[in-house]
C-alpha cells in the first residue's frame, strides 16, 4: 500500500520561504512520477510541478518557475518542493501525489494514482 506523507506547512510573510517534504512507502517508485498539487479555498486543484523519479526530468507550471524547485532524494524515498519568493496567492494546501505511469510527466490531477493528506501553506502579505 502506497503511502505519501506531507510535512513542511506553516505560516510566512511574502517574500520568505518554505521547504515542503512528502515521505514515500510502501513500495520502490522508480518508475513513478511524482508531483506537487496545490488547492485554494473556492478553487480547483492545480498542478504545481513533476518529476520523474528516476532520470529527474521535471516540469512546473508557468505560475511558479523561478521561484519553485522541485527534489527528490533516492536514499529517502522522500520528494521535496523548495518555494522561494513566496506569493500571497501561493496561500493554499499543497498535495504530494504519485503514478506509476512512466512515459511521460503528468500534469492533471486525475492522472495521479496515490495522494497526501495535504499541509497548509500561509503566505502573509
Known amino acids: 500500500q502506497v503511502q505519501l506523507v506531507e510535512s513542511g506547512g506553516g505560516l510566512v510573510q511574502a517574500g520568505g520561504s518554505l521547504r515542503l517534504s512528502c515521505t514515500a512507502s510502501?513500495?520502490?517508485?522508480?518508475?513513478?512520477?511524482m508531483a506537487w498539487f496545490r488547492q485554494a479555498p473556492g478553487k480547483e486543484r492545480e498542478f504545481v510541478g513533476a518529476?520523474?523519479?528516476?532520470?529527474?526530468?521535471?516540469d512546473y507550471a508557468d505560475s511558479v518557475k523561478g521561484r519553485f524547485t522541485i527534489s527528490r532524494d533516492n536514499a529517502k524515498n522522500t520528494l521535496y518542493l523548495q518555494m522561494n519568493s513566496l506569493k500571497s496567492e501561493d496561500t493554499a494546501v499543497y498535495y504530494c501525489a504519485a503514478t506509476p505511469r512512466s512515459d511521460y510527466l503528468p500534469t492533471m490531477y486525475y492522472e495521479y494514482d496515490y495522494w497526501g493528506q495535504g499541509t497548509q501553506v500561509t503566505v502573509s502579505s
Open positions: 518529476i520523474r523519479w528516476i532520470g529527474g526530468r521535471k
Open positions: 510502501g513500495r520502490t517508485f522508480r518508475d513513478y512520477a
